[in-house]
Protein backbone atom coordinates (compact mmCIF):
# COMPACT_ATOMS: atom_id res chain seq x y z
CA UNK A 1 0.00 0.00 0.00
CA UNK A 2 3.64 2.50 0.84
CA UNK A 3 4.35 1.77 -2.33
CA UNK A 4 1.26 2.28 -4.87
CA UNK A 5 0.95 5.72 -2.98
CA UNK A 6 4.68 6.51 -3.35
CA UNK A 7 4.02 5.84 -7.04
CA UNK A 8 1.33 8.11 -7.22
CA UNK A 9 2.95 10.65 -5.58
CA UNK A 10 5.61 10.22 -8.58
CA UNK A 11 3.36 10.34 -11.11
CA UNK A 12 1.68 13.56 -10.19
CA UNK A 13 4.67 15.54 -9.43
CA UNK A 14 5.77 17.72 -12.33
CA UNK A 15 8.78 17.72 -13.59
CA UNK A 16 11.68 20.29 -14.05
CA UNK A 17 11.67 22.80 -16.46
CA UNK A 18 7.81 23.10 -16.96
CA UNK A 19 7.10 21.52 -20.35
CA UNK A 20 8.56 18.79 -21.92
CA UNK A 21 11.53 18.87 -24.58
CA UNK A 22 8.87 17.11 -26.69
CA UNK A 23 6.12 20.15 -26.14
CA UNK A 24 9.07 22.68 -26.81
CA UNK A 25 10.30 21.19 -29.88
CA UNK A 26 6.51 21.32 -31.59
CA UNK A 27 6.27 24.86 -30.65
CA UNK A 28 8.90 26.11 -31.96
CA UNK A 29 8.49 23.76 -35.01
CA UNK A 30 5.42 25.66 -35.48
CA UNK A 31 6.43 29.18 -35.47
CA UNK A 32 9.78 28.93 -37.37
CA UNK A 33 9.62 31.64 -39.92
CA UNK A 34 11.72 29.80 -42.28
CA UNK A 35 9.71 27.34 -42.19
CA UNK A 36 6.30 29.60 -43.18
CA UNK A 37 8.41 30.41 -46.05
CA UNK A 38 9.06 27.81 -47.82
CA UNK A 39 5.19 26.75 -47.70
CA UNK A 40 4.33 30.12 -48.93
CA UNK A 41 7.10 29.33 -51.92
CA UNK A 42 5.71 26.28 -52.51
CA UNK A 43 1.99 27.78 -52.60
CA UNK A 44 3.20 30.15 -55.19
CA UNK A 45 4.96 27.65 -57.60
CA UNK A 46 2.26 25.14 -57.43
CA UNK A 47 -0.09 27.58 -58.43
CA UNK A 48 1.96 29.31 -61.49
CA UNK A 49 2.20 25.48 -62.31
CA UNK A 50 -1.74 25.02 -62.87
CA UNK A 51 -2.15 28.25 -64.57
CA UNK A 52 0.91 28.21 -66.76
CA UNK A 53 -0.37 24.12 -67.29
CA UNK A 54 -4.21 25.60 -67.95
CA UNK A 55 -2.42 28.07 -70.67
CA UNK A 56 -0.90 25.31 -72.56
CA UNK A 57 -3.86 23.13 -72.35
CA UNK A 58 -5.77 25.37 -73.68
CA UNK A 59 -3.73 27.16 -76.51
CA UNK A 60 -1.61 24.29 -77.82
CA UNK A 61 -3.22 20.63 -76.56
CA UNK A 62 -6.72 21.77 -77.43
CA UNK A 63 -7.29 25.01 -79.06
CA UNK A 64 -10.42 26.37 -80.57
CA UNK A 65 -11.70 24.02 -83.39
CA UNK A 66 -11.44 25.13 -86.64
CA UNK A 67 -14.13 24.69 -88.99
CA UNK A 68 -13.97 21.11 -89.82
CA UNK A 69 -15.77 19.00 -92.57
CA UNK A 70 -19.50 19.00 -91.99
CA UNK A 71 -19.79 22.45 -89.80
CA UNK A 72 -19.24 26.29 -91.63
CA UNK A 73 -17.65 29.19 -89.44
CA UNK A 74 -20.25 31.91 -88.56
CA UNK A 75 -19.51 35.36 -90.22
CA UNK A 76 -19.16 38.29 -88.96
CA UNK A 77 -22.14 40.02 -90.53
CA UNK A 78 -21.87 43.12 -87.97
CA UNK A 79 -22.51 46.27 -90.44
CA UNK A 80 -24.66 44.72 -93.09
CA UNK A 81 -27.92 45.46 -93.99
CA UNK A 82 -30.09 42.38 -93.22
CA UNK A 83 -30.40 41.78 -97.08
CA UNK A 84 -26.60 41.75 -97.58
CA UNK A 85 -26.36 39.70 -94.36
CA UNK A 86 -29.08 36.97 -96.04
CA UNK A 87 -26.97 36.98 -98.66
CA UNK A 88 -23.65 36.26 -97.10
CA UNK A 89 -25.20 33.21 -95.41
CA UNK A 90 -27.15 31.56 -98.27
CA UNK A 91 -23.30 31.70 -99.93
CA UNK A 92 -21.93 29.55 -97.06
CA UNK A 93 -25.01 27.17 -96.23
CA UNK A 94 -26.47 29.12 -93.37
CA UNK A 95 -29.97 30.22 -92.69
CA UNK A 96 -30.95 33.60 -91.82
CA UNK A 97 -33.30 33.12 -88.89
CA UNK A 98 -35.48 35.45 -86.36
CA UNK A 99 -34.52 39.30 -87.25
CA UNK A 100 -35.48 41.58 -84.35
CA UNK A 101 -34.53 45.20 -83.81
CA UNK A 102 -33.88 47.87 -81.43
CA UNK A 103 -32.95 51.82 -80.84
CA UNK A 104 -28.96 52.65 -81.64
CA UNK A 105 -27.76 55.93 -81.11
CA UNK A 106 -24.66 55.35 -83.53
CA UNK A 107 -26.02 52.77 -86.16
CA UNK A 108 -28.44 53.50 -89.08
CA UNK A 109 -31.50 51.88 -89.54
CA UNK A 110 -31.17 48.80 -91.02
CA UNK A 111 -27.87 47.72 -90.64
CA UNK A 112 -27.21 44.61 -88.34
CA UNK A 113 -25.59 45.42 -84.75
CA UNK A 114 -25.99 41.92 -83.06
CA UNK A 115 -25.70 38.03 -84.04
CA UNK A 116 -26.02 34.37 -82.90
CA UNK A 117 -24.51 32.46 -83.00
CA UNK A 118 -21.42 34.90 -82.50
CA UNK A 119 -18.75 35.45 -85.35
CA UNK A 120 -16.55 32.84 -85.72
CA UNK A 121 -18.34 30.34 -83.89
CA UNK A 122 -19.06 26.84 -85.97
CA UNK A 123 -22.62 25.80 -87.11
CA UNK A 124 -23.57 23.17 -88.60
CA UNK A 125 -24.92 23.23 -92.63
CA UNK A 126 -28.44 24.95 -93.10
CA UNK A 127 -28.20 26.51 -89.27
CA UNK A 128 -29.84 29.40 -88.79
CA UNK A 129 -28.51 32.63 -87.85
CA UNK A 130 -30.42 35.38 -85.28
CA UNK A 131 -29.92 38.90 -86.08
CA UNK A 132 -30.45 42.02 -84.25
CA UNK A 133 -31.06 44.98 -86.58
CA UNK A 134 -30.74 49.26 -85.71
CA UNK A 135 -34.26 50.93 -85.89
CA UNK A 136 -31.41 54.01 -85.89
CA UNK A 137 -31.08 56.58 -83.03
CA UNK A 138 -34.55 57.77 -81.69
CA UNK A 139 -35.19 61.22 -82.57
CA UNK A 140 -37.80 64.01 -80.76
CA UNK A 141 -39.34 67.54 -80.94
CA UNK A 142 -37.71 69.42 -78.21
CA UNK A 143 -40.62 70.30 -75.13
CA UNK A 144 -41.79 73.65 -75.39
CA UNK A 145 -40.55 75.30 -71.96
CA UNK A 146 -40.20 78.91 -72.35
CA UNK A 147 -41.52 80.89 -69.41
CA UNK A 148 -41.67 77.86 -67.24
CA UNK A 149 -39.44 78.07 -63.72
CA UNK A 150 -36.05 76.30 -64.47
CA UNK A 151 -36.23 73.33 -61.66
CA UNK A 152 -39.67 72.83 -63.75
CA UNK A 153 -38.36 72.98 -67.24
CA UNK A 154 -34.99 70.73 -66.23
CA UNK A 155 -37.85 67.66 -64.87
CA UNK A 156 -39.23 68.22 -68.28
CA UNK A 157 -36.39 67.84 -70.41
CA UNK A 158 -34.76 64.64 -68.76
CA UNK A 159 -38.15 62.97 -68.29
CA UNK A 160 -38.34 63.47 -72.42
CA UNK A 161 -34.89 61.94 -72.75
CA UNK A 162 -32.76 65.11 -72.72
CA UNK A 163 -29.62 65.97 -70.51
CA UNK A 164 -29.87 69.73 -69.58
CA UNK A 165 -26.89 72.56 -68.98
CA UNK A 166 -28.22 75.82 -67.74
CA UNK A 167 -26.87 79.70 -68.45
CA UNK A 168 -27.93 82.41 -66.49
CA UNK A 169 -28.85 86.25 -68.23
CA UNK A 170 -29.42 89.12 -66.41
CA UNK A 171 -33.20 89.92 -67.39
CA UNK A 172 -36.62 92.19 -66.41
CA UNK A 173 -38.11 88.73 -65.60
CA UNK A 174 -38.47 87.05 -62.65
CA UNK A 175 -35.42 85.45 -61.39
CA UNK A 176 -35.13 81.51 -62.24
CA UNK A 177 -37.21 81.68 -65.15
CA UNK A 178 -36.26 80.56 -68.98
CA UNK A 179 -35.93 82.91 -71.05
CA UNK A 180 -34.43 80.96 -74.19
CA UNK A 181 -33.44 77.51 -75.13
CA UNK A 182 -31.29 76.01 -77.59
CA UNK A 183 -32.34 73.86 -79.80
CA UNK A 184 -35.21 75.84 -79.99
CA UNK A 185 -38.77 73.86 -78.78
CA UNK A 186 -40.20 71.87 -81.55
CA UNK A 187 -36.89 71.28 -83.05
CA UNK A 188 -36.76 66.61 -83.72
CA UNK A 189 -33.09 66.04 -82.40
CA UNK A 190 -31.62 62.50 -81.95
CA UNK A 191 -31.23 61.33 -78.17
CA UNK A 192 -29.35 61.76 -76.50
CA UNK A 193 -29.26 65.52 -77.00
CA UNK A 194 -28.61 68.72 -74.76
CA UNK A 195 -30.63 71.33 -73.94
CA UNK A 196 -29.28 74.39 -73.17
CA UNK A 197 -31.36 76.64 -71.08
CA UNK A 198 -30.97 80.89 -70.27
CA UNK A 199 -32.07 81.53 -67.10
CA UNK A 200 -32.85 84.90 -65.68
CA UNK A 201 -30.85 86.19 -62.85
CA UNK A 202 -33.98 88.69 -62.69
CA UNK A 203 -33.48 92.33 -62.57
CA UNK A 204 -30.33 94.12 -61.75
CA UNK A 205 -30.10 94.88 -58.02
CA UNK A 206 -29.52 97.92 -56.21
CA UNK A 207 -29.07 99.82 -53.18
CA UNK A 208 -31.98 100.89 -51.47
CA UNK A 209 -31.14 105.08 -50.74
CA UNK A 210 -31.71 106.60 -47.61
CA UNK A 211 -34.66 108.84 -48.17
CA UNK A 212 -35.11 110.11 -44.45
CA UNK A 213 -34.94 113.74 -43.81
CA UNK A 214 -35.08 114.72 -47.66
CA UNK A 215 -37.67 117.15 -49.15
CA UNK A 216 -40.26 114.69 -51.08
CA UNK A 217 -39.11 116.07 -54.59
CA UNK A 218 -35.80 115.51 -53.80
CA UNK A 219 -36.38 111.88 -52.58
CA UNK A 220 -38.65 111.39 -55.83
CA UNK A 221 -35.99 112.62 -58.37
CA UNK A 222 -33.18 110.26 -56.83
CA UNK A 223 -35.81 107.27 -56.78
CA UNK A 224 -36.27 107.48 -60.39
CA UNK A 225 -32.55 108.03 -61.49
CA UNK A 226 -32.05 104.59 -59.25
CA UNK A 227 -34.79 102.93 -62.06
CA UNK A 228 -36.97 102.71 -59.18
CA UNK A 229 -40.82 103.08 -58.73
CA UNK A 230 -43.01 106.00 -56.23
CA UNK A 231 -45.50 103.39 -54.55
CA UNK A 232 -47.88 105.24 -52.06
CA UNK A 233 -46.85 108.38 -50.56
CA UNK A 234 -48.60 108.96 -47.27
CA UNK A 235 -49.07 112.49 -46.23
CA UNK A 236 -48.70 112.55 -42.23
CA UNK A 237 -49.45 115.40 -40.15
CA UNK A 238 -46.39 117.12 -38.43
CA UNK A 239 -45.18 120.01 -37.32
CA UNK A 240 -41.42 121.12 -36.66
CA UNK A 241 -38.46 121.09 -39.44
CA UNK A 242 -39.81 117.45 -40.35
CA UNK A 243 -42.98 119.21 -42.75
CA UNK A 244 -42.72 118.37 -46.06
CA UNK A 245 -39.67 115.98 -45.08
CA UNK A 246 -39.63 111.79 -45.61
CA UNK A 247 -40.44 110.61 -42.08
CA UNK A 248 -40.78 107.07 -43.34
CA UNK A 249 -39.55 104.15 -46.05
CA UNK A 250 -40.11 100.98 -47.20
CA UNK A 251 -38.11 99.73 -48.22
CA UNK A 252 -35.70 100.83 -45.46
CA UNK A 253 -32.44 101.79 -46.54
CA UNK A 254 -28.72 99.73 -47.74
CA UNK A 255 -31.39 96.46 -48.27
CA UNK A 256 -30.52 95.39 -52.34
CA UNK A 257 -33.89 95.73 -54.36
CA UNK A 258 -34.38 94.89 -57.98
CA UNK A 259 -35.05 97.60 -60.76
CA UNK A 260 -39.14 98.19 -61.01
CA UNK A 261 -39.06 97.95 -57.15
CA UNK A 262 -42.22 100.28 -55.92
CA UNK A 263 -41.03 102.27 -52.84
CA UNK A 264 -43.15 103.74 -50.15
CA UNK A 265 -42.67 107.01 -48.37
CA UNK A 266 -43.78 108.85 -45.48
CA UNK A 267 -43.95 112.61 -45.98
CA UNK A 268 -44.08 115.00 -42.80
CA UNK A 269 -47.01 117.43 -43.56
Do not use: C, W
Not at 36 to 53: S, T, Y
Not at 63 to 89: I, R, Y
Not at 156 to 170: C, W
Not at 228 to 244: H, M
Amino acid sequence: MKLGGSMKRRRGRPSKGGDSPTSRKRGARSNDPALRRRAILILVIAGAGLGGGYLFATQVLFPSPEAGPGFHQVPDLQGLTAQEASSALSDMGLELGLVDSMRHPDVEEGRVVGQSPLPGQLSVPGGEIRLTVSLGPETRPVPEVEGLRADRARTILEGSGFTVAVDSVESNLPRGRVLALSPDAGSSVTLPEEVTLDVSLGPPLVDMPDLLGLDRDEALAILDSLGLVVGEVEARSQSGPANGEVVEQDPEADVEVELGTAVRLVVGG
